[in-house]
């Protein structure tokens, strides 16, 4: 079994920063692909980012050059920097864990191992 727990969420005012980290524990991590998601309220569960073994990543439009995915794979963690944040950003975050492939997939339904999520809130 695999478990993820994140944390940093909070609150922070527009243009501000936050780092989320997702521990991972219970197998083994650095061959797994690592998503992070956001769900806002009443809003379908929408990919942010994610990154794979080797490092290589990739961004949702509404996020990139402002969000930074990265891993430490010793640590098991996987992180998500985020800077120049909106009100929009506003959004429970989940990191996730593909169990299966060895590819970036930014479909949720791909991701076999979820976090309980953390909220971040923007305020203007």
């Known amino acids: 079994q695999v478990q993820l727990v994140e944390s940093g969420g909070g609150l922070v005012q527009a243009g501000g920063s936050l780092r989320l980290s997702c521990a991972a524990s219970?197998?083994?991590?650095?061959?797994?692909?690592m998503g992070w998601f956001r769900q806002a309220p009443g809003k379908e569960r929408n990919f942010v980012a994610a990154?794979?073994?080797?490092?290589?990543?990739t961004y949702a439009d509404s996020v990139k050059g402002r969000f930074t995915i990265s891993r430490d794979n010793a640590k098991k963690t996987v992180y998500l920097q985020m800077n120049s944040l909106k009100p929009e950003d506003t959004a429970v975050y989940f990191c996730?864990?593909?169990?299966?492939?060895?590819?970036?997939?930014?479909?949720?339904?791909?991701?076999?191992?979820w976090g309980q999520g953390t909220q971040v809130t923007v305020s203007s």
């Open positions: 996730a864990l593909d169990d299966v492939r060895g590819y970036i997939s930014r479909a949720s339904s791909l991701y076999d191992y």
């Open positions: 219970g197998r083994t991590f650095s061959s797994n692909v």
């Open positions: 990154i794979a073994w080797n490092g290589l990543s």
